[in-house]
């Protein structure tokens, strides 16, 4: 079992940066596929982003490739999303998951998820 508890999230203005992280702990996290998606109000769950447990393989939406960067430490077991140049458009609750094996595009190849954290974006 995987436990993912994600923080960081807040409001902030269009243009600004902001810095999610998914903190994990159980099995052998480190070996997990990590990934980051979004839901904003009245939409479906998007995709954001994605790592490999080693970190040399990773994923971006266009939506946000260029202005997002994933990262992970596995020693702390903790996965980040750093979000830079911030839209309007940006604003949803945004979730990390685990899945065994490498990253994955797909919300349902993960097993694991954490709660959320709400991201707003004020133009």
């Known amino acids: 079992q995987v436990q993912l508890v994600e923080s960081g999230g807040g409001l902030v203005q269009a243009g600004g940066s902001l810095r999610v992280s998914c903190a994990a702990s159980g099995r052998t996290v480190s070996m997990y596929g990590m990934g980051w998606f979004r839901q904003a109000p009245g939409k479906e769950r998007e995709f954001v982003g994605a790592i490999n447990w080693t970190g040399d393989s990773n994923g971006y939406a266009d939506s946000v490739r260029g202005r997002f960067t994933i990262s992970r430490d596995n020693a702390k077991t903790t996965v980040y999303l750093q979000m830079n140049t911030l839209k309007p458009e940006d604003t949803a609750v945004y979730y990390c998951?685990?899945?065994?094996?490498?990253?994955?595009?797909?919300?349902?190849?993960?097993?694991?998820w954490g709660q959320g954290t709400q991201v707003t974006v004020s133009s």
């Open positions: 998951a685990a899945r065994y094996g490498g990253w994955s595009r797909l919300d349902f190849q993960y097993k694991f």
